[in-house]
């Protein structure tokens, strides 16, 4: 099985960096997504970590190590319409995903 | 852009009733999935389909629940005989399967179940 885990809740200022941990405990899995979800609608793709490293995508970052079951998400420059729900998932089986509960980003002015 | 559709955006039924939930998934992708999320809960998996047959389902995912492909667009969920914890925000999800697993959420329907 797997058991994912993220604070429940933060809060960030407009501007500035957040970091967004995960930590996992899996038998295995094809790869680490990051979705944001704003309340009320669908989640949207962030980024995908395969292999141990850094992947960067705009002002968005995402990192993962296999051997620590850890993976982060960096926000860099906020802006208020950042605050959403941030969902670190596995990919799974067949390719489907297993969802964290999400950690819920307030950004303040 | 494509993007997933699905209908209706909001469903309410009686608890017993069968309920069709329909999705569009983007044109040229292989895999489909549905997801539920029970209002202030994280998204669960119920199942996955590719070359039309189910490739991989949930605990969630009893006989009360089966998908179909019906023609080369639409991908249905049915739930049977609802109950009132089958409330919740239903997600279809789709992805090309190639070299992007990237899944792709349509908006949701959020069924009630009264």
């Known amino acids: 099985g797997q058991n994912i885990d993220q604070p429940t809740e933060m809060t960030a200022t407009e501007g500035a960096i957040v970091q967004i941990n995960c930590t996992y405990q899996?038998?295995?899995?094809?790869?680490l997504f990051w979705y944001q979800q704003h309340a009320g609608e669908a989640p949207t793709f962030l980024s995908y970590?395969?292999?141990?490293g850094l992947e960067e995508k705009g002002r968005f970052s995402s990192f993962l190590s296999r051997s620590k079951g850890y993976s982060y998400l960096l926000l860099k420059e906020l802006q208020m319409k950042d605050s959403a729900s941030y969902l670190c998932d596995l990919q799974t089986g067949a390719n489907n995903l297993f969802f964290g509960t999400g950690t819920r980003l307030t950004v303040i002015p | 852009e494509p993007e997933v559709t699905q209908t209706p955006s909001h469903q309410v039924t009686q608890m017993g009733q069968e309920v069709i939930l329909r999705c569009v998934p983007i044109s040229n992708h292989l895999y489909f999935y549905w997801y539920r999320q029970i209002l202030g809960q994280k998204v669960e998996f119920l199942v996955s389909?590719?070359?039309?047959?189910?490739?991989?389902k949930s605990e969630i995912f009893d006989d009360q629940f089966s998908v179909e492909r019906p023609d080369g667009s639409n991908f249905t969920l049915k739930i049977r005989s609802t109950k009132l914890e089958d409330s919740a925000m239903y997600f279809c999800a789709s992805s090309p399967g190639t070299d992007s697993y990237e899944q792709y959420f349509g908006p949701g329907t959020r069924l009630t179940v009264t």
């Open positions: 899996t038998s295995g899995f094809n790869g």
């Open positions: 389909f590719y070359n039309n047959e189910i490739s991989e």
């Open positions: 970590n395969v292999l141990d």
